[in-house]
């Protein structure tokens, strides 16, 4: 249902002009700024997210091998897509994904605490668990692997 691509010169443009819904921008890094900060971190691994040749989607992990440290650091569907299974499908593969990262007990992500349209429910039908909050009071959840 969707793939990953690395974002090039060719499909940068596209990229940057995927954006959530406007309630939603406190949620989650632009692309642009992502891209640029992917680009000075050794432990960032970012794709564009696809249907078909469509761009629907961009997602950034942090990867620290030697602390093994692994994180969904940043995951955002363009609006215009949102609802359709793709993130879903998305986020299955990047678990599947980290799931063969070394020594690897658990895959983490944050987002913000919100009352309407928050990303909790989201990440909790995938399995992730609620931690708590962390101390830029953000949410901190856990996806235990086996």
């Known amino acids: 249902m969707v793939h990953f691509r690395i974002i090039t010169k060719e499909n940068l443009r596209d990229i940057l002009h ?4 406007e309630e ?7 692309n642009a700024a992502s891209i640029a900060q992917g680009h000075y971190y050794e432990e960032a691994y970012f794709r564009a997210i696809y ?7 961009f997602f950034m992990l942090y990867i620290d091998v030697p602390k ?4 969904v650091w940043r995951f955002m569907i363009d609006q215009k897509h949102q609802g ?3 993130g879903r499908a998305a986020l299955i593969q990047i678990i ?19 009352k309407e349209r928050g990303a909790n429910l ?5 399995g992730f668990i609620d931690t708590g909050i962390d101390k830029k009071g953000e949410i901190v959840m856990r996806y235990p692997i086996e």
Not at 18 to 21: A, D, G, K, S
Request: charged residues 35%; glycine residues 6%.
């Open 18 to 21: 995927l954006e959530v819904h």
């Open 84 to 86: 359709k299974g793709y």
């Open 122 to 126: 989201f990440y909790e039908k995938i």
């Open 68 to 71: 093994t440290d692994y994180q």
């Open 51 to 57: 249907h078909e040749d469509t761009p629907v989607g």
């Open 96 to 114: 599947e994904y980290m799931k063969g990262l070394p020594d690897i007990k658990e895959i983490r992500l944050t987002y913000v605490p919100k």
């Open 24 to 30: 939603q921008k406190d949620q989650v890094a632009s």
